[in-house]
């Protein structure tokens, strides 16, 4: 059992994953209108505090799993009304990959 | 591993619906909106022509999707396939499309460039897409790649019979010699295979019908690969991006001959370490380690 100080060293010492997001699709970059740098056109750091292992991008709703399997939705997202929410899907099964197309999303589900 | 499938639920009615049929999402209630259902319709399941067998790997086009069903199964190793097949995506002739999975066994059996190997791994372009070709799942370091071909983004070889309106490949291998081919990225008019050297070849543009290797820094042998609508680069060990074409803005212009590449700056990803991107038409996305 670490002491809890070494475990927050630990963690502030441990390196995260993080998505950058760029491109004209403003509405699908993931974070709020005003903080595009570039108008969007340069890499923006997604507001998330997880780890990120793989990403899928539709165009204007976006996909991306973290460290844990979970999958989370980004960019246009009409449930939030409002752009720049990270949302998880709660009912996805545990992904270990995930591809997508123009209107799909396929996800490849790992053991339960 | 299960697949599953989530349509997008923006559209109405579902554009998966023209080719997904038999798994699509329920349509949505009248007291529904189209976000509830979004945030609590199930994923489907792809369906059991699939049997129970472990799937492998998936890939999606721009609209078809690809699975590669597992082992314990005499089909092991055979791409699952449906969607849109207007360009030939779909593994074979060109087709409207299926509506449901559908094996490509007899596909394969009648492409001489497949020969007795099974695919081990897939990858999707807007409309085409590669496989890597091994026996018994053990990688051969081939590629076997089929669909729209207009650019020379197959890396096949030069097609007299093209032409931007009508012209696909069934199935033929991607040019590199004496390499073992590990992943292709595809984009819509070029693809980027790197190898197990390190090495990076681009195909496409309407240029590079053969695939050509990048000019690559010594030292920093890539690890990944990405491509675009006209560009394509890779990821060095080092965590560097290397880019043929233009990404990102006022990247160095290249030579059309050439295949120099220009370097992402470092402050464009807060100096991290980039492990990989991913392009679609609109939008793009790095994972960044900081």
């Known amino acids: 059992m670490l002491h809890p100080g070494l475990r927050r060293l630990f963690a502030a010492a441990a390196k995260r994953r993080v998505l950058y997001t760029w491109g004209s699709q403003k509405s699908g970059l993931g974070y709020p209108e005003g903080e595009a740098k570039n108008g969007g056109l340069s890499p923006h750091p997604l507001p998330f505090n997880g780890n990120i292992t793989s990403v899928a991008l539709a165009g204007a709703t976006n996909f991306f799993l973290d460290s844990q399997g979970k999958t989370w939705v980004f960019g246009d997202n009409p449930r939030q009304q409002e752009r720049g929410k990270v949302v998880q899907m709660e009912n996805a099964p545990k992904a270990v990959k995930m591809t997508a197309g123009m209107n799909h999303v396929l996800i490849l589900g790992g053991r339960h | ?290």
């Open chain 2, 1 to 290: 591993m299960s697949c599953s499938v989530l349509p997008d639920p923006y559209q109405e009615p579902y554009p998966m619906s023209h080719f997904v049929g038999k798994i699509r999402l329920r349509r949505r209630t009248e007291q529904e909106s189209v976000t509830d259902q979004l945030f609590t319709a199930p994923f489907i399941p792809v369906p059991n022509k699939t049997g129970s067998a472990k799937v492998l790997d998936i890939a999606s086009g721009r609209e078809f999707c690809l699975i590669l069903r597992g082992n314990s199964h005499p089909e092991d190793g055979v791409p699952f396939r449906w969607g849109h097949g207007g360009n030939g995506e779909l593994l074979g002739t060109k087709v409207e499309g299926y509506f449901y999975p559908i094996s490509a066994a007899e596909s394969l059996v009648e492409t001489a460039e497949s020969g007795e190997g099974k695919l081990t791994s897939l990858f999707a372009g807007w409309y085409n897409a590669c496989s890597l070709l091994g026996k018994q799942h053990i990688d051969n370091g081939d590629a076997l790649c089929w669909g729209h071909n207009n650019q020379g983004q197959l890396g096949v070889g030069v097609d007299e019979t093209a032409n931007m309106f009508d012209s696909h490949v069934i199935a033929k291998q991607f040019l590199i010699e004496d390499e073992h081919v590990q992943k292709i990225a595809m984009g819509n008019n070029v693809s980027v295979a790197l190898t197990a050297k390190g090495n990076v070849y681009l195909a496409g543009n309407s240029v590079w019908w053969i695939p050509m290797q990048l000019e690559l820094p010594a030292g920093d042998p890539a690890v990944d690969v990405f491509a675009g609508q006209n560009f394509g680069g890779c990821i060095g060990q080092s965590g560097k991006v290397y880019v043929y074409g233009r990404m990102l803005g006022k990247n160095e212009e290249t030579s059309p001959r050439g295949l120099k590449v220009s370097i992402v700056k470092d402050e464009v990803f807060d100096h991290g370490k980039v492990l990989s991107i991913v392009t679609s038409p609109q939008v793009s996305a790095a994972i960044v380690e900081l």
